[in-house]
Structure formats: C-alpha cells, structure tokens
C-alpha cells in the first residue's frame, strides 16, 4: 500500500487507478490553532476531479467532524475556478476525510484545463471555535492532461422517431474517470405546460405555503436515455439510464454523479440544443468499444381523476383505471395524523398500482380536498417489472399541510415517463 486512496472505504475505483497512474502526492501539511488541527494528508490530481485526504482533530485526537473548508482553485491568471460554483468542501469520512471536487463540471476540455493550478482550502472557525487554518496546494495537471486519451466524433448523430436528435461529440478517457460529451436537440413543440402543484419555503412563508403554477417543462433530456458501452468481449463496462429510475428498473452501470451534467439551451432554427456530460468510472487501455443507445424516456401530459371517500378505504380498497394511459391504481389503508400547534396534518394512504405499456413513471402527483382546494402529494414507492414487462408499483402517497381530515378527495398526476426502444451504434478505438 503506497496511498491511503487505496485503503479508504470512500474511495472509488477511479481513485485507485489513479494512484497506479502516479497522480497522487503525498502532501503532510498541519495548521493548529485553537487547540485544532487540519491535516493534509494526500491530493490526488487527474483531469476530471481534484481529491484530498485530509485530518481534522482536537487536542485528544478526537475527530471533528463538523466542518467546511472553504476552497479556491487558482490559475496563472488568478482566476478561481470554484467561483461559480461555491467552492466549499464538506468530505465523507472513513478513517480520514475525502474531499473532491470534479473538474470536468468545469472545463469543457482536457485540452482547456491549465497546467498549473493553486489548491486555497482555509477556514476561519471550526467547532465554534474561530481561528485560521490556511493551506495552499500547488498542483502541476501536466502529468493528468498526458495520462487522459480522448476519442472525437464528427457527424456522428441519431434522430429518434419522437423528434429527439443525439449528437455524439467526443468521450474523454482519464485515470481516474471516463467522460461522454453529447448534444440533444428537439424541436420547441417538444415543450410540455405543466400545472404543478408544490410548497414554497422563503422568508415570507417560512412554515411553508401551496402554490399552483404553469411551468414549460422539456418532454425529452439528455439525462432521459439508457445506452451501454461495451468490450470486444461484450462485456458492459458502462452504461447510463435515468437517474429517477427505482433500481429494479434502471441499467446503471459504472456512473460517477457529478453535480453537472447540462449546459443551457441554445436556439438554432432546428430546435433547442443542450450540451451534456455523462461520466463514468475509468476506462482503461487500448481496446475497441461499441456505445449502443437502448431507449429514449418521453413526458407526456396526464390528467386523471380519481375521487376517494378516504374513511371507506379500510373497510374496502377503491381501484382505478387511467383510460389515456392504461395505468390501474388502488388506494388502501388511509392514516390520519392531526396537526400540533403550527404543525399542520397530514394523510398518507397505501397505493399500489400497473403502469400502462412501456410507462416506467408517474410525476407530479396533487390532489383536491372537498372544498376544492389542492394540496401537493408526496409519492414514494417502489418498482418491479412483471413477467409481461409492465412496472408494478407499492408503496405510499402522503398529502401534508391539511388543517383537518379530509372528507373526500380527488388523487390526480400531471405527467408520466414513456420508454421508447431504439437503436443505434457507435464504435469507439481507444488508441
């Protein structure tokens, strides 16, 4: 063992092969003030994201585990890249802290990542203590940027049959992640006016208040598709799918979850285009791989209505069938939880239910108590698929904030999620 990035229980495989690529350093750097101590222990430096393991303890020894530091990244220039985006570091904790920050949420390019970088972590109070601990990192990415290979495409593009165009633009393979560039354009009609009903939490309502508003939501997303990467061995290396998807559904494999995966929209005559980063664990080696696109996911607008009498649900389940979309729910074993104080009540019923064809999702669940005012329905179930591949549903759907037992009410949902089965393949030489 040369690293604790190989030893941590926070770290990932992408971590670790990048200590074998020879991207970690060993830092030992120890401010004290206070009575605490901030130790820097390793920095792990690749093309796609900045790693530290670090130390923060008292005068025992005991580990504080409440803490930020605040960090910058500085180039040449004295321009920090963290700016934008905050730039505090909060770490998971095994037996010492990581903290990471992923770079390719940042620069949209190896090529554009500088080569010399200043690392700034400092923070003024910890513990309730206020003091100083300051560090600067120096960090060379020369190395990094050497050890990352990349694979551009160039016309490499697929129009689905429901209007959505993919543009494969370019997939990055560093030691310690793997990166998919891509752009999706769909035409405007593709926008969908959804009435969403939700509760907004600001200084004016600090307990929270319902509003019902229009939002124009995209029915198409480039988060919204399921492709794979496969090995000459046909072996899935990675593969992405919905993020929403219950993990009875999804395909998932090999994703690492950065904050950002889209750029804003930019209006061409052929629609809107929106830039995508999809990243995975790290790819090794030279070999040929294929990315196959599987399926698309569409929004579609819902608007059924099914009415309860909710003291009658124990006595007898109350069953519904969506005639647009061919989903049947069933709604059981209504709870009553009275408010306190300024604490408002709160229904929950059980709801079981099987999707339409190919609908994997219901979103937007609200529903109208007897004196026609709408509140917002929280949701939560879990998802399988049944031997004719339809997605079976069980679990909860809870309704917050009602002043007191509801009478009757009207359970509805806005939109629900379409798979559509598609083809498309792309080969890709890693050189």
Do not use: C
């Amino acid at each position: 063992v040369n690293s604790l990035f190989q030893i941590e229980k926070d770290s990932d495989s992408g971590m670790k092969n990048a200590v074998n690529k020879g991207l970690v350093q060993q830092l030992e750097q120890k401010v004290t003030d206070q009575g605490i101590t901030v130790e820097l222990k390793e920095l792990l430096a690749d093309s796609m994201r900045i790693a530290v393991i670090y130390d923060v303890y008292d005068e025992s020894g005991k580990k504080i585990e409440d803490h930020i530091l605040n960090a910058k990244l500085i180039d040449q220039n004295g321009k920090d890249w963290f700016e934008d985006d905050g730039g505090d570091n909060s770490g998971s904790h095994g037996e010492f802290f990581i903290t990471e920050r992923f770079l390719n949420e940042i620069f949209e390019s190896t090529e554009a990542t500088p080569d010399q970088l200043t690392l700034h972590l400092e923070q003024t109070e910890i513990a309730d203590k206020t003091g100083k601990w300051s560090f600067e990192v120096p960090i060379d990415m020369k190395k990094a940027k050497e050890a990352t290979k990349k694979v551009a495409f160039k016309d490499t593009v697929f129009q689905s049959p429901q209007g959505l165009g993919i543009e494969l633009k370019n997939i990055e393979f560093s030691p310690s992640a793997t990166r998919v560039m891509l752009d999706t354009t769909f035409p405007k009609s593709a926008y969908l006016e959804v009435e969403r009903t939700s509760i907004l939490y600001d200084r004016k309502n600090p307990q929270g208040a319902i509003i019902t508003e229009k939002e124009r939501d995209p029915a198409f997303s480039g988060e919204n598709m399921m492709y794979e990467i496969t090995n000459e061995k046909g072996e899935i290396v990675a593969a992405w799918d919905m993020k929403s998807l219950d993990d009875e559904l999804d395909n998932k494999e090999n994703v690492l979850f950065t904050p950002r995966t889209e750029e804003e929209a930019e209006e061409r005559p052929e629609g809107d285009v929106l830039n995508w980063w999809h990243t995975f664990g790290p790819i090794q080696g030279e070999q040929k791989l294929k990315l196959e696109l599987k399926k698309i996911y569409e929004k579609k607008l819902a608007s059924p209505k099914f009415d309860l009498v909710p003291t009658e649900l124990d006595k007898k389940a109350a069953t519904f069938k969506d005639e647009t979309t061919g989903s049947t729910f069933t709604f059981s074993s209504f709870a009553w939880e009275p408010g306190n104080g300024e604490d408002l009540g709160e229904a929950v019923m059980t709801i079981e239910g099987t999707l339409g064809k190919d609908i994997v999702e219901n979103h937007d669940w609200s529903v109208k108590d007897e004196n026609g005012k709408t509140y917002p329905a929280s949701v939560s179930t879990e998802s399988t698929r049944d031997k004719d591949g339809r997605v079976q549903i069980k679990g909860e759907i809870s309704i917050p904030r009602l002043k007191q037992q509801p009478k009757k009410l009207t359970v509805s949902y806005a939109t629900y999620m379409v798979e559509h089965d598609v083809k498309w393949e792309v080969p890709i030489e890693i050189k």
